[in-house]
């Protein structure tokens, strides 16, 4: 497909060139057309790639219009966009992508009264139904991208989601829309009575071209619209000239929601808000087989729920393999090859359990399932939601290589009393193209989201795929459903549209496009006039991956590139008010800042004749900068892209083009500083105070002299423990314990490794102190992975040599002692030493519950009694072990509530908020979530604090001491 018709002549980068320079003057918000950029927004979350001619970023409607104006005038099609999240390809084109979400996130007004808001379309639908449940209000339709995914967004799919039998779809709750139209005018869509109508079509404009046409439109194919559309309500697909033909108000607002973008550009939304329900119980239905689970949806049905999903056997294994979803497993009975959410909302809860107790009963007295779960408290369906929420990323990560489970068949919906019996012959399709799916869905409106493992790199797969979308686009309409229920047509289902509308009703859906787009620039080949259904593929499109030499072992299929490749663009790293990943991202709302960007980045990179060089490029290196390599993403990211590796390993390669900058140097050799300021101090201390050595130390190594510097302790953790008198008062040993007395801690802070010691001790272990190596994770942050290998390698005979075989490794500082069982096991995946280690690393708290539990350490009253505790996970510990056991041994201080924070990363991350051009990020991603939290506790809240940074960062942004949880047992320990 050409950009237009009329450039013919010209070169693609000299009219990308003309464009972007315009566009820099016309617009207040950013643009991009260097390669990277383009290539970022060239994918979605679909199976495609295009690669548009540039990007912009509008701050406001006169942005957006602007920059319509300006594509026009050079032939350019624009490409409307919000997170990015789209299945089907709706997102992506060779034109100009307007990324509506970066700067147009603003909820202008909520009337509660009124029960609307009006938003910009980057708003994002949790966004939304936090501010909307202050009011005891929300947006009805319930997506399960609902903590990225724009409003915008839904707007242009017609999302709909689990809650939608009940709440139907987003075009149900549009009032009106502000828009730009394809001429960059602008517009307002709204119910008009016949006066105003009359007005509007008076005018010689393309808004009045609307309103004098599209009446005309409806009369000459009305026999068409009224017996053409597919019977299913839940449609997702073509224009709705249906709902505009039953409409007095003429109100083209509900009109072009699920139009694609084909037709406007909504810049704001006047939205409907429902009453949010007080009050939600699930029962979750055990089956052995999928079709069981989907023949229980009638029994549901009859129940009035607010949602009925089902998930199979492939997304509970793959959830029961990631920190992030393991709660889900505790909970289950047995090994169910399906689960049946059922969900009930509403205010009175003894109505609820009602309908729980009579469902329980329906499934009883017809043999449904083996086991029904009831969950009724919040704490009970957080494991249940979490898990649900992140079906499609959990089966993504079922693929392998570029075999991937693929939307193109995935959105289809019938009435569900034809579910199981469509869903059958559904399996007997895919079982004759010798194809496997993953099942999940929504059986209370007959969607299930079934998707293949195809691979796209092979010919005959390719083929394949294709016989299996046009055998089910048959299927479905054989059964009156519809092939796009909520996730749109886009270049996936597009095609088939003449076929499933039929001729007539076809070619009043192309002449729609043209009254509202004459030249055919609002994203072209979408819904009608589409390419076929196999081309753009994105795996296809993809060159072989060049060899590369790499440092760190990437264990997935196509190594390095493969590792990156993994991302399938869900957008689960664009939340932004839970969770740790993506910290960067949530303080810039940059793509290129989210581990998405970044992986697609490195894709990129990765693709080039010379890897290695590409490693080198300052622009990825940009791009790679500000990941604080928190390691959210590999737990949090439902396929563990592992982007600390990934950028550590990219750090590697640039210092093998561009040579190791000094502060590198630096902080990779941490340990023999902080044992050089231990041996002088309190002098050491010194520099940190003296306002013209802090300018040195910015001007020399870019080390910002706005954070305190920590302060070494000259009695630190090993010249104590020469000097300790070994104790473990009567209580027969246990063993032997080894802890690892880390770079930081040791000699910053030695009161935690002293009371870690005690504690041990008292439980009745003896405690083996490890001071003699640095187990290299400075280095590995700071790509010297050469380095941290030699590190890694002589620590791990240290222990083994030194300590007694198979006895627990533990230590304080989380990024520590975890680095013994993860970085090292890339750096040396086949040194004995390192196996041998990483499989005796221990939590010091776990060892600590169980001698709690036990009976062998008691702890009393104390002066923290009656107090409450805010605790501070430290972002390894969350990506690696989980803080259950750090939870669970504060727990168990005697009379002390403990709240565990969900404010995501500190914003420290070891070096990085110490680096001048990183501290205002830093701070900004501290103040996100964790300053406002600390900071509105009582004074009596004890803060509490596993990661050496997080106290610092906590102490530097809030002027409240963190203290480590050992600390906090240690003083129980001492009252008792």
């Not at 010209?10 to 566009?23: C, Q």
């Not at 969900?343 to 029904?372: K, N, P």
């Not at 059958?424 to 895919?430: D, G, I, S």
């Not at 997935?556 to 957008?571: E, K, Q």
Request: glycine content about 10%; charged content about 25%.
């Amino acid at each position: 497909m050409t950009i237009s018709d009329d450039r013919v002549d010209r070169d693609v980068e000299e009219l990308g060139r003309d464009l972007a320079r315009d566009l820099e003057r016309a617009l207040d918000g950013e643009t991009g057309f260097d390669a990277y950029t383009r290539h970022l927004f060239s994918r979605d979350a679909s199976m495609y790639a295009i690669q548009p001619i540039g990007v912009v970023f509008p701050r406001h409607a006169d942005d957006v219009a602007a920059a319509v104006s300006l594509a026009g005038r050079y032939g350019v099609p624009v490409v409307p966009r919000g997170g990015g999240t789209s299945l089907a390809g709706q997102t992506i084109g060779p034109g100009l992508v307007l990324d509506l979400s970066r700067h147009m996130h603003r909820i202008l007004d909520i009337d509660a009264a009124a029960r609307v808001a009006r938003v910009q379309p980057g708003v994002v639908q949790d966004q939304l139904n936090r501010a909307a449940a202050a009011h005891g209000l929300m947006f009805g339709p319930d997506t399960s991208t609902s903590n990225r995914a724009t409003i915008g967004g839904m707007l242009g799919n017609n999302s709909a989601g689990s809650g939608s039998v009940r709440y139907g779809m987003t075009i149900d709750h549009i009032r009106e829309l502000d828009v730009v139209l394809a001429d960059a005018s602008r517009a307002r869509f709204a119910p008009l009575d016949p006066a105003e109508r009359t007005r509007r079509a008076a005018l010689r404009t393309l808004e009045g071209s609307l309103y004098r046409q599209l009446p005309h439109l409806l009369e000459t194919y009305a026999g068409a619209i009224s017996k053409d559309f597919p019977a299913y309500w839940r449609r997702a697909c073509g224009y709705r000239l249906d709902r505009l033909a039953g409409d007095p108000s003429f109100n083209l607002a509900p009109f072009v929601v699920g139009s694609e973008g084909t037709l406007v550009i909504a810049t704001e939304a006047l939205v409907d808000l429902v009453p949010k329900p007080r009050r939600t119980v699930i029962a979750v239905g055990h089956f052995t087989s999928v079709l069981g689970a989907i023949e229980a949806t009638e029994d549901a049905l009859a129940c009035d729920p607010a949602a009925v999903e089902m998930m199979d056997r492939t997304i509970l294994d793959l959830s029961r393999q990631k920190i992030e979803y393991a709660d889900l497993g505790r909970t289950l009975e047995g090994d169910p090859e399906a689960l049946l959410f059922v969900s009930f909302s509403g205010d009175d809860e003894r109505q609820l359990v009602g309908q729980l107790d009579r469902l329980a009963a329906l499934w009883s007295r017809h043999g449904h399932g083996y086991h029904t779960l009831r969950a009724e408290t919040a704490q009970q369906q957080a494991p249940l939601l979490k898990v649900r929420k992140s079906s499609l990323g959990l089966l993504m990560a079922a693929g392998s290589g570029t075999r991937r489970p693929l939307a193109f068949v995935e959105d289809t919906a019938v009435d569900p009393k034809h579910l199981a019996d469509y869903t059958r012959r559904f399996r007997e399709v895919l079982d004759r193209h010798g194809l496997q799916a993953g099942f999940y869905g929504h059986c209370s409106v007959g969607c299930l989201h079934i998707r293949p493992f195809v691979d796209v790199s092979r010919p005959e797969q390719v083929r394949a795929m294709r016989a299996v979308a046009e055998e089910i686009k048959d299927l479905v309409r054989e059964y009156g459903g519809v092939n796009s229920s909520e996730h749109g047509d886009g270049l996936a289902r597009s095609e088939f549209n003449r076929e499933i509308f039929g001729e007539e009703l076809y070619e009043a859906m192309r002449t729609v496009k043209g009254i509202f787009d004459p030249e055919n620039l609002m994203n072209p080949g979408k819904i009608v006039d589409a390419p076929s259904m196999t081309e753009n593929l994105r795996d296809a499109a993809l060159p072989p991956a060049p060899p590369i030499r790499t440092r760190l072992t990437f264990d997935v299929v196509g190594g390095m590139r493969g590792a990156a490749d993994r991302c399938m663009n869900i957008g689960l790293c664009r939340k932004s008010e839970t969770g740790a990943m993506c910290p960067s991202y949530m303080a810039t709302r940059q793509e290129e800042h989210a581990t998405r960007g970044r992986a697609n980045a490195l894709v990129k990179a990765l693709s080039e004749p010379d890897p290695a060089a590409a490693l080198g490029d300052e622009r990825l290196h940009e791009i790679l900068d500000l990941c604080l390599m928190c390691k959210a993403c590999k737990s949090e990211c439902p396929l563990g892209v592992d982007m600390a590796s990934l950028k550590a390993e990219a750090l590697a390669q640039h210092h093998d083009v561009h040579g190791v900058p000094l502060r590198s140097r630096l902080f990779g050799a941490i340990r023999l500083l902080n044992r050089l300021g231990s041996a002088v101090a309190p002098l050491s201390n010194l520099p940190g105070r003296v306002r013209p050595l802090r300018g040195l130390m910015d001007r020399a190594a870019g080390i910002t002299p706005n954070r305190p510097l920590p302060a070494f302790q000259r009695r630190n953790l090993v010249r104590w423990f020469r000097r300790h008198a070994r104790s473990v008062d009567g209580t027969p040993p246990l063993g032997e314990v080894t802890l690892l007395a880390d770079s930081f801690t040791t000699f910053t802070e030695p009161g935690i490794g002293r009371a870690a010691v005690e504690l041990l001790e008292a439980a009745g272990w003896t405690v083996r102190l490890e001071s003699g190596g640095c187990c290299g994770r400075a280095s590995f942050s700071k790509g010297l992975l050469d380095d941290a290998r030699r590190k890694a390698g002589s620590l791990a005979r240290r222990l083994v040599r030194s300590s007694t075989p198979g006895s627990p490794i533990v230590g304080c500082e989380p990024s520590c002692i975890l680095t013994l069982r993860d970085e090292h096991r890339q750096l040396l995946p086949d040194d004995p030493d390192v196996r041998d280690v990483s499989g005796r690393v221990r939590q010091v708290e776990e060892l600590l519950v169980e001698a709690i539990d036990s009976g062998r350490l008691r702890l009393a009253e104390s002066e923290l009694s009656g107090r409450r505790i805010l605790y501070h996970g430290h972002c390894h510990q969350k990506a690696e072990v989980g803080t259950a056991a750090t939870v669970a041994l504060l727990r168990r201080i005697p009379g002390v509530e403990v709240v565990e924070l969900d404010a995501g990363c500190c914003g420290m991350a070891g070096s990085f908020g110490f680096e001048s051009e990183h501290y205002e990020l830093s701070m900004a991603v501290g103040n996100d979530r964790l300053f406002p939290a600390v900071r509105a506790e009582p004074a009596d809240t004890v803060v509490a604090a596993t990661g050496v940074s997080c106290r610092q960062q906590i102490r530097h942004g809030t002027q409240r001491v963190a203290r480590h949880p050992l600390e906090l047992v240690r003083q129980s320990l001492a009252a008792s």
